[in-house]
Antibody
Framework: QVQLQQSGPGLVKPWQTLSLTCAISGDSVSTKSATWEWFRQSPSRGLEWLGR?????????DYAVSVKSRITVNPDTSKNQFSLQLNSVTPEDTALYYCARGNNWAFDVWGQGTMVAVSS | QSALTQPPSASGSPGQSVTISCTGT?????????VSWYQQHPGKAPKLLIY???KRPSGVPNRFSGSKSGNTASLTVSGLQTEDEADYYCGSFAGSVNLWVFGGGTKLAVL
């Protein structure tokens, strides 16, 4: 059974970097049959896809246009996890953040969610 | 504002059927058969119900079914049960620039 366990701070100061990690059990971040994704959810923006990484002989990365200049998603093969970094955050980045596994053109396993507030 | 349009609410009585729509464009729902539906109970992560328009993951009851016509996808919940009361979101692949878009969600009440 695949599980995703998120970790990271729930409070980030404006203009600093939001960093979250998603630890994978029951699958491998290096698998060629899945992608590893980040989302966020807020009342103002709804459910929003942020970015992903996946491995097919080399690592690939895709990012949403809305955050492309500020986001990095990285795999960590030594710890079987992947991470989200979002730079220069503002209060508009306050949201519930989720990691998920992409499989068969959908998202079949989700992390438990991390509420992140951007505030001084 | 979400890219895909869903009704904000829907309701039905136990045992009845309800259909939730999800309207996009030819750039997302109408252009690909990569529409999925998610159920989200309060305080919980989304759960995949339907993928590739009509397919159900193992463990999802066959009371949940999906379809698509043109730029509109639909989720039908048959034989409504009280535990079906939740928020439902549609998602669609939208091409190589902004890969995935979602609807704003529909709150389903089982009265």
């Amino acid at each position: 059974q695949v599980q995703l366990q998120q970790s990271g701070p729930g409070l980030v100061k404006p203009w600093q970097t939001l960093s979250l990690t998603c630890a994978i059990s029951g699958d491998s971040v290096s698998t060629k049959s899945a992608t590893w994704e980040w989302f966020r959810q807020s009342p103002s923006r709804g459910l929003e896809w942020l970015g992903r990484t996946y491995y097919k002989s080399k690592w690939f990365y895709d990012y949403a246009v809305s955050v492309k200049s500020r986001i990095t998603v990285n795999p960590d093969t030594s710890k079987n996890q992947f991470s989200l970094q979002l730079n220069s955050v503002t209060p508009e980045d306050t949201a519930l953040y989720y990691c998920a596994r992409g499989n068969n053109w959908a998202f079949d396993v989700w992390g438990q969610g991390t509420m992140v507030a951007v505030s001084s | 504002q979400s890219a895909l349009t869903q009704p904000p609410s829907a309701s039905g009585s136990p045992g009845q059927s309800v259909t939730i729509s999800c309207t996009g464009t030819t750039s997302d729902v109408g252009g690909y058969n990569h529409v999925s539906w998610y159920q989200q109970h309060p305080g919980k992560a989304p759960k995949l119900l339907i993928y590739e328009v009509t397919k159900r993951p193992s463990g999802v009851p066959n009371r949940f079914s999906g379809s698509k016509s043109g730029n509109t996808a639909s989720l039908t919940v048959s034989g409504l049960q009280t535990e079906d009361e939740a928020d439902y979101y549609c998602g669609s692949f939208a091409g190589s620039v902004n890969l995935w878009v979602f609807g704003g969600g529909t709150k389903l009440a089982v009265l």
